[in-house]
């Protein structure tokens, strides 16, 4: 729900510190605040959940010349690429 809030200089000034320390947005900052403010938890963004890379054991057929894996790869771009300019 959009809602505009008229915060005085001091605390919107406190308010821009903060969000800066913690290199977050203003506004992601004033609803973490609010949140804890209210007694209601803060809910985790998916920016701050770790990606993990699970590796696996890999084995390409015989006969796959891995030299070229990035060739192949940079003409398949090449190939979407052409086919997103014609559409």
């Given amino acids: 729900m959009p809602t505009t809030l008229t915060l005085d200089d001091d605390l919107a000034a406190l308010l821009r510190?903060?969000?800066q320390q913690k290199g977050q947005p203003v506004a992601e900052m004033?609803?973490?605040l609010l949140r804890t403010a209210l007694g209601?938890?803060?809910l985790v963004s998916p920016a701050s959940t770790p990606f993990r890379i699970r590796p696996h054991q890999g084995v390409f057929a015989?006969?796959?010349?891995l030299q070229k894996?990035?060739?192949l790869a940079d003409e398949l771009d090449v190939d979407a690429f052409l086919a997103r300019q014609k559409s």
């Fill in 17 to 19: 510190s903060a969000a």
């Fill in 30 to 32: 004033a609803f973490s």
């Fill in 40 to 42: 209601k938890p803060t």
């Fill in 62 to 65: 015989p006969n796959v010349p």
């Fill in 69 to 71: 894996l990035n060739q």
